[in-house]
């Protein structure tokens, strides 16, 4: 059962919301432990090739992790996993210590509002104005209307768009929405912000931007999953990078130095 | 589920599809304007046949050779029963008179032969006088020279009780055909509406929005088309029947001994009601589907 947010809840970050039903309520100690754990999980859309393959992954709480890999290695798929728009074909992944690849239908919902996700094609309701998109995640938890309003209007000036809350969100600039996308993804303070190519649509001094942005909301402590194939922005911070290809981790580092070392004799070799 | 919220997104679903909605509002009230005059005509029906039923009242049309003498005798003996409350002769000019009155004919009446208003002694019976007691009352009275003919209205009645009987099951095909009208509209305009709010959809369950979450404003939506439309009609009948009040209730009442009604409120209230269920579940039916994300 999902935990709303109200008046009295303290305004911290870091605040974990159950997603399992009462009966499985966990032990007090989810905070202690990996915010995500992937154990030898495959995914299959074709019987013959595995899309993921024997993935061990582990992050961190307050990380940031970048996935990378070239396009069609599975970076999308990996993060579909953990929102649950997939299930796992076999492993398990843990998040918050608790096992979501076995989550029933009507449990997803309580898993996602944990989750905060960022898509390459905004995903905002062009005819409903900023407010409105970045509102609706806060009306999905019963939020009252005052801490609403509030909390968004918090959230828009975090994203740059403070004043803006009345405009209708297709008027705005690619950049523009791709900022009320990520207010919808953070207004409700969530564990884990998932960021699936959240600069493939932007130019690339809009998408620095966007990573500048991603890094502030990271600095305030909420640990960020960020896929991109995008090497100028792998280089332009250092963070931990997790690389895929053909759907296998064949990597996992920290700094983009060490993986371009190791993978440019290769490149080289196979050029 | 904070209640404001749903009315909230089913609102701004309203502005969102306004041209999609009105259109099947307007579908919606004639299926219930047809449903509303059905209703009422049953409804007046049934009132005419009830005051029928319960009036005790016969109707002795006289020869026209009958004698003055015969007919005072006639009278005396009717009022020593005592079953008989009033006994009243109506002379034939009397009814061509009290007709005229009644319908407003006037001049136009002028035509009719004069045997076209027979003499008749009107009897007004006890409202205790049992039914067997009037049948055979009925067939004593007919073996008096002085009658033409008894009028216990018994028959007509039955007759009467038929048409009702088929008119009731015509408004409950109706009721049901209406029902099955407001299910598809609704489906339609909800599934079409689901369509174009397609986005929003994925976004709601992205963000953790519950199927019951996703679902409650486009069954709201449905709910808020069938009572709009069902209370537009039954305004719009209320119109029709003011009107058709002022220009037939006297020749109406005239003919039946009944004025007309309008629907009664529990009928307004029911009606309401179970547009609002069929709406809900119109709209609930046609998103089980299309929720998918």
Known sequence: MANSVSDSDPPNPRRQVSFFRSKHAGDGTSVRKPILVMEEVYKYFRRDVPTLRNINLVIERGEF???????????????????????????????????????????IPFLRRNLGIVFQDFKVVPHWTVFENTAVSLEILGTNARLVRSRVAATLERVGLAGRGNERTENLSGGEQQRVAIARAIVTEPALLLADEPTGNLDPQLA????????????????????????????????RLVVLDEGRVIEATHGLRAWAARSEPRTASNG | MDIRFVFARAKRGFRDDLSLHVVAIASLVVAFLCLGTALLGVENLTRIADRWSHSQHLTLYLRDDARETEVAQLRLVLESLGEVRKVEH????????????????????????????PASLEIELRPEAASDRVNKLTERLRRFSAVEDVENYRSFLGQFRGLLDTGRSAALLLSLLVMVCVVAVIGNTIRL?????????????????????????????????????????????????????????????????????????????????????????????????????
């Not at chain 1, 970076?75 to 210590?97: C, N």
């Open chain 2, 193 to 293: 509406a689901v369509a174009s709010r397609r986005r929003e959809i994925e976004v709601l369950k992205l963000c953790g929005a519950t199927d019951s979450f996703v679902r409650s404003p486009f069954v709201l939506e449905g709910v808020i088309q069938a009572v709009s439309a069902a209370s537009i009609a039954v305004v719009i009948l209320l119109a029709g029947y003011l009107f058709a009040h002022q220009h037939i209730e006297t020749t109406l009442s005239a003919l039946t001994g009944v004025g007309m009604t309008f629907l009664s409120p529990w009928t307004i209230a029911v009606t309401l009601v179970a547009a609002g269920v069929v709406g809900a579940l119109g709209s609930a039916w046609s998103l089980r589907r299309y929720l998918q994300v």
């Open chain 1, 65 to 107: 992790v970048f996935v990378t890999g070239p396009s069609g290695s599975g970076k999308s798929t990996l993060l579909q996993l953990i929102y649950r728009q997939h299930p796992v074909d076999s492993g398990r992944i843990l998040f918050s210590g608790r096992d979501i690849s076995r989550l029933t239908d009507r449990s």
């Open chain 2, 90 to 117: 109506i002379t034939s000019e009397a009814a061509r008179k009290l007709f005229a009155e009644q319908t407003h004919m006037g001049n136009s009446m002028s035509d009719l032969p004069t045997e076209a208003f």
């Open chain 1, 208 to 239: 620095i931007d966007i990573l500048t942005l991603f890094e502030e909301i990271h600095a305030a402590g909420t640990t960020v999953v960020f896929a991109t194939h995008d090497h100028s922005l792998l280089q332009s911070a250092p963070h």
